[in-house]
């Protein structure tokens, strides 16, 4: 009996050390590898949430699903929101264009475009106007080049 539930213990002590979550080191955007910066914690390898204040995600589509979902997601963050503004920014040498957003004080970022011939969306939060490339910093300085 004794071995038995020796045993049980021993299998219920490896299933959890099992489950524990694996440290992220590393983002992914589209084979360009960014490391995550000190003192952040990535969700996964395509997101980053509340890094010093900002987040970042990005997913990656086919030519025609990235415009039906780029146009829904501004429309559906357009209504109720009167602060869009065109931006434009380089990632990887590849330019990205989208729409920026002020409520109160958080800037929101969605940008479409190109890295690498691979459609995509970077969905950026930021307690930060980034409207020069002296604004970009921490991580957004790891993943984009220039801002215009």
């Known amino acids: 009996m004794k071995s038995i539930f020796t045993l049980v213990l021993l ?21 360009n590898h960014i490391q995550v ?18 987040s970042i995600k990005w997913d990656y589509y086919s030519d025609d699903m ?24 380089t990632s990887f040498g590849s330019q990205l264009k989208g729409y920026k957003f002020q409520s109160g004080n958080t800037y929101q970022y969605f940008l479409k475009g190109k890295i690498k011939d691979q459609p ?19 991580v957004l300085k790891l993943v984009l080049e220039k801002v215009g």
């Open 37 to 54: 910066p000190r003192g952040c914690q990535a969700q996964s390898e395509y997101e980053l949430l509340a890094c010093n204040g900002t």
């Open 66 to 89: 990235l415009s039906e979902v780029f146009n829904a997601t501004i429309d559906a963050f357009s209504s109720g929101n009167s602060s869009k503004s065109e931006v434009t920014f």
């Open 120 to 138: 995509l969306m970077i969905n950026i939060g930021s307690p930060n106007d980034i409207s020069v490339s002296e604004n970009l910093n921490g």
């Open 11 to 31: 299998f219920i002590t490896v299933s959890f050390y099992g489950q524990e979550n694996k440290r992220i080191s590393f983002l992914n955007l589209v084979g």
